[in-house]
C-alpha cells in the first residue's frame, strides 16, 4: 500500500493543453515537494510547498498544497514538449526524521 | 550547483556478485541517500545516513549494506546480488533539517542482475 498515491499514472496530451495531476494521502504532511525526472537523469526539486492551502506558482506551473496538508495538486498550463517527464511528489513529516516518502509519480507525455 | 554523481550509469552483474555502487556529492551535504525506483513503485529508500560513519536503515535494507567512510562518499553493497534487486539505483544528497531539505539526485545507476 502506497503512503502517497498519484493520479493519473500516465497522461499524454497535445502541446497547448493544459493539465493537473494529483498526490494524495490519508497522513498529514508538515511538506511536500515536487519533483521533476526526465529520463535517463535523477529526479530534480520543483518546489516545496509547507502551508495549509499555500500556492506557488513556477512560470507555467501551479503547485497547491491542501488546506488539511494531506494532498497536493500541480497544474500545467500550456504544456510544452519540455514538460515531459516523471513527476513525483514527496511527503515529509516529523514520524520521517529528515526523510520523505515518495509517491509512485505520473508520466506525463507531452505530444508535438 | 550541487553535483551528485553516481559511478556507473548501467551496470551488468551475475547472480551471487558482490556489487559496490558509488556515489560522491560536492556540497559538503551531511545527509545522504540510497533509493532504488522501480516501476508504479516510486523510490524507496534503502538506506540513509546523516553523518560519516553512521548509517540507518531505510524502508528496504535487505540484501544491502552501505558504507560511508568521507562525508562525500556513500557507497551501496549488494552482499550477494539476486535477480530481484535488478532495478534503478538513485544516491541523493540534502542538507539536514527539521522539516525535511530537498534532496539532490544523482542521475541513476541502471543495474541488471543476470
Known amino acids: 500500500t502506497q503512503l502517497l498515491e498519484q493520479s493519473p499514472q500516465f497522461l499524454s496530451i497535445q502541446e497547448g493543453e493544459n493539465l493537473t495531476v494529483y498526490c494524495n494521502s490519508s497522513?498529514?504532511?508538515?511538506?511536500l515537494q515536487w519533483y521533476r525526472q526526465e529520463p535517463g537523469e535523477g529526479p530534480v526539486l520543483l518546489v516545496t510547498?509547507?502551508?495549509?492551502?499555500e500556492v506557488k506558482k513556477l512560470k507555467r506551473l501551479t503547485f497547491q498544497f491542501g488546506d488539511a496538508r494531506k494532498d497536493s495538486s500541480l497544474h500545467i498550463t500550456a504544456a510544452q514538449t519540455g514538460d515531459t517527464g516523471l513527476y513525483l511528489c514527496?511527503?515529509?513529516?516529523?514520524?520521517?526524521?529528515?526523510?520523505?516518502?515518495f509517491g509512485p509519480g505520473t508520466r506525463l507525455s507531452v505530444l508535438p | 550547483d550541487v553535483k551528485v554523481t553516481q559511478s556507473s550509469r548501467y551496470l551488468v552483474k551475475r547472480t551471487g556478485e558482490k556489487v559496490f555502487l558509488e556515489c560522491v556529492q560536492d556540497?559538503?551535504?551531511?545527509?545522504m541517500f540510497w533509493y532504488r525506483q522501480d516501476p508504479g513503485l516510486g523510490l524507496r529508500l534503502i538506506y540513509f545516513?546523516?553523518?560519516?560513519?553512521?548509517?540507518e536503515k531505510g524502508d528496504i535494507p535487505e540484501g544491502y549494506s552501505v558504507s560511508r567512510e568521507k562525508k562525500e562518499r556513500f557507497s551501496l553493497i549488494l552482499e550477494s546480488a539476486s535477480t530481484n534487486q535488478t532495478s534503478m539505483y538513485l544516491c541523493?544528497?540534502?542538507?539536514?533539517?527539521?522539516?525535511?531539505?530537498?534532496?539532490?539526485f544523482g542521475d541513476g545507476t541502471r543495474l541488471s542482475i543476470l
Open positions: 541523493a544528497s540534502s542538507f539536514p533539517g527539521h522539516w525535511g531539505q530537498p534532496q539532490h
Open positions: 497522513s498529514v504532511f508538515s511538506s
Open positions: 510547498v509547507v502551508t495549509g492551502g
Open positions: 514527496a511527503g515529509h513529516s516529523d514520524n520521517y526524521g529528515q526523510n520523505f516518502v
Open positions: 556540497m559538503d551535504h551531511e545527509n
Open positions: 545516513s546523516y553523518d560519516v560513519k553512521m548509517k
